[in-house]
Each structure stands twice: as structure tokens, then as C-alpha cells.
């Protein structure tokens, strides 16, 4: 199946604000600042495509942050500090709106 492209726009984000790759640290506050903003399985979906780039301790280790981020929420200073990677990277400074992308599946 083919991903949305409202999908592929955010890991073409991830790629810029992480061009080697997201550090272990950051799958908790990324994963979290992701499922503020998309469906559960939307954040699915872009976890996988990320495990099949990454090692299998780095797979494992995302799949453990989306456990993990609906039992704990990561400290402000975190999710600002890949927010902040994130802008670098092209992400929008606003909460950016998925949703109302054409292509964005209603949730």
C-alpha cells in the first residue's frame, strides 16, 4: 500500500531535522510530539517505515517508545528539544495541522 503523502512530508521532517538518523533519546518525546498530532495509526505507519531503516536494536527500540508514550509523557524540555530539530529541518514552528491536508484521512 502506498503511503499518503501527508505521511511521506513528515519522514522527508524527520530525515532533515535527523540526517543521521533519530538518537534513542528523542524516540520518546518524538514519538510523543507524533501522537499529539496523528492517529494512532498514522504514528504506526511512520514507526514502521523508520524500523525497516533502522538496525533491529534501533526497531526494537521504537517500538518500546510507542509503548512507552501512552504510560509516561517525556519532560517539556524534551519535546521542545526535537521540536526544535524538527524546525530545522522544515517542520512547521505552528502545530501544524495534518488533518486538513488534502490527502489526510479523517480521524
Known amino acids: 500500500m502506498e503511503m499518503p503523502a501527508f505521511l511521506t512530508k513528515i ?3 524527520l530525515r532533515a531535522g ?4 533519530v538518537p534513542k533519546v528523542d524516540y520518546l518525546p518524538l514519538f510523543a510530539l507524533l501522537g499529539s498530532q ?3 495509526e498514522q504514528v504506526k505507519t511512520i514507526a514502521e517505515h523508520l524500523e525497516t531503516e533502522s538496525d ?3 526497531a526494537e527500540a521504537i517500538r518500546a517508545a510507542i509503548k512507552q508514550v501512552t504510560h509516561e509523557q517525556p519532560k517539556e524540555s524534551d519535546i521542545a528539544r526535537v ?4 524546525a530545522a529541518g522544515g517542520w512547521p514552528l505552528a502545530k501544524p495541522d495534518f488533518h486538513s491536508w488534502p490527502d489526510a484521512p479523517d480521524s
Open 56 to 58: 533491529p536494536d534501533s
Open 11 to 13: 519522514i522527508g521532517w
Open 38 to 40: 496523528l492517529t494512532d
Open 18 to 21: 535527523y540526517p543521521d538518523g
Open 83 to 86: 521540536r526544535s530539530r524538527l
